[in-house]
């Protein structure tokens, strides 16, 4: 499948299609311009939060803190792509942070940096660094192109080449149903489109990087995801679970990876 969608590509225009991501080194697939699924993200999330009610930034601690953690994270990313050099990996990227009223456990990050948290996630993360920790997950998806490499192995080969705006104008509900279960909006909207363990593996690994640099301790991701795992045997499992799955032990790999982010975490003077 895979082949012959690049073989199309290559025939068509000569596209190169696999390329390495600058911060992970791992080859990727991706066949959709970011710079169309960006904008695809802005209608998206403007669609959403008039769909659903934002909790407003002023006057909630609630909303100010996923404020305070986004600015934080995204701080943190922008500053270690520059200091790699690699700003230009974020282009395009205008980040916003909206906490919405919901009692699904899920949050959620669109190509370009706009960041949903949804108030069923806070007594699961129930302190800052956890939220951090979630947020840094997020984020990870979005940068590392991860919803691309979805879209790509899911559209066919020539609705990729045609683009998004023409898979919009010819199929719009399937497209912004595939769109939205790529960047992890959730099985409700979306088709049921599970992060795959490679991707959950490098959101888990450098989402801990990102709340270091912020300033959060990142150990406080371990206690989340057992929180997390716990929540998973009541009677409504964590929407979150089910598009970032908790394949094999992801606190043992967690653990593997702390001694690196301990590296980055300096504690935040407030
Ligand atoms: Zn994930």
């Given amino acids: 499948m895979i082949s012959k969608i690049l073989s199309v590509f290559l025939i068509a225009g000569g596209l190169v299609a696999c390329s390495s991501n600058a911060v992970t080194g791992r080859s990727q697939l991706k066949l959709l311009p970011e710079s169309q699924l960006q904008s695809m ?10 769909e659903n009610k934002v909790v407003s930034a002023s006057g909630s601690r609630d909303a100010e803190m996923v404020t305070r953690v986004g600015q934080r994270i995204t701080k943190a990313v922008t500053d270690y792509y520059a200091s790699k050099g690699l700003s230009d990996q974020l282009a395009g990227y205008q ?34 660094a956890a939220l951090a920790a979630v947020m840094g997950h997020e984020v990870s998806h979005a940068i590392f192109n991860h919803g691309n490499e979805r879209m790509s192995q899911s559209m066919g080969a020539e609705a990729l080449q045609a683009g998004l705006q023409v898979a919009l104008a010819n199929k719009p509900a399937a497209t ?21 363990r490679k991707h959950e593996l490098e959101a888990d690994h450098y989402g801990l990087i990102w709340a ?3 300033g959060y ?6 206690a989340l995801w057992q929180r997390m795992e716990k929540a998973s045997n009541g009677q409504k499992p964590p929407e979150f679970l089910s598009t970032h799955p908790a394949e094999g032990n992801r606190i043992a790999q967690l ?8 590296k980055y975490y300096k504690p935040a003077r407030n």
């Avoid at 699904?104 to 949804?118: E, L, S």
């Avoid at 769109?179 to 909006?185: E, I, K, P, S």
């Fill in 41 to 50: 993200a802005v209608t998206q999330y403007q669609q959403f939060l008039t």
């Fill in 255 to 262: 653990e593997k990876y702390m001694p690196e982010a301990m």
């Fill in 176 to 196: 912004q149903s595939l769109f939205l279960g790529a960047f992890g909006v959730g099985s409700q909207v979306g088709v049921l489109l599970p992060f795959s």
């Fill in 95 to 128: 980040w916003e942070y909206k906490l919405v009223q919901s009692n699904d456990v899920n949050a959620w990050c669109m190509p370009g940096g706009k960041i949903v948290v949804y108030t069923g996630l806070l007594p699961i993360t129930q302190n800052e």
């Fill in 217 to 222: 301790n990142p150990q406080e991701a371990i």
């Fill in 212 to 214: 270091a640099m912020a």
